[in-house]
Nanobody, 125 residues
Framework: VQLQASGGGLVQAGDSLRLSCAAS????????MGWFRQTPGKEREFVAA????????AYGDSVKGRFTISRDNAESAAYLQMNRLKPDDTAVYYC???????????????????WGRGTLVTVSS
């Protein structure tokens, strides 16, 4: 099982960025997909999650209204569109896959079964 996040980079405050997560080795369409982020010395923070059918999404409070999660089951991929980026969004972003055990995508990192290597997003002021 491999999850590969990509699309990070250095941008200025107010800019947009789109992260991608490519899944292989698992039936990605059967998993909830999530994005988390982490900065040094802090716990991993929930960013967004999406159900298998894309009908249900969840967002962390700090990104609501600015970030949008989506997925393409045919491509075994998930995406995170990040708009109006702020310096506080600077972090390593990780994608993760959760074998569904509830009706709603989880915001708890511990619920996720598979994790990819992160991609660094740096937002300058």
């Amino acid at each position: 099982v491999q999850l590969q996040a990509s699309g990070g980079g250095l941008v200025q405050a107010g800019d947009s960025l789109r992260l991608s997560c490519a899944a292989s080795g698992l039936a990605a369409r059967s998993f909830y997909m999530g994005w988390f982020r982490q900065t040094p010395g802090k716990e991993r923070e929930f960013v967004a999650a999406i159900s298998t059918s894309s009908l249900r999404t969840a967002y962390g409070d700090s990104v609501k209204g600015r970030f949008t999660i989506s997925r393409d089951n045919a491509e075994s991929a998930a995406y995170l569109q990040m708009n109006r980026l702020k310096p506080d969004d600077t972090a390593v972003y990780y994608c993760a896959a959760d074998r569904p055990s509830g009706a709603e995508p989880s915001s708890a990192a511990a619920d996720y079964d598979y994790w990819g290597r992160g991609t660094l997003v740096t937002v300058s002021s």
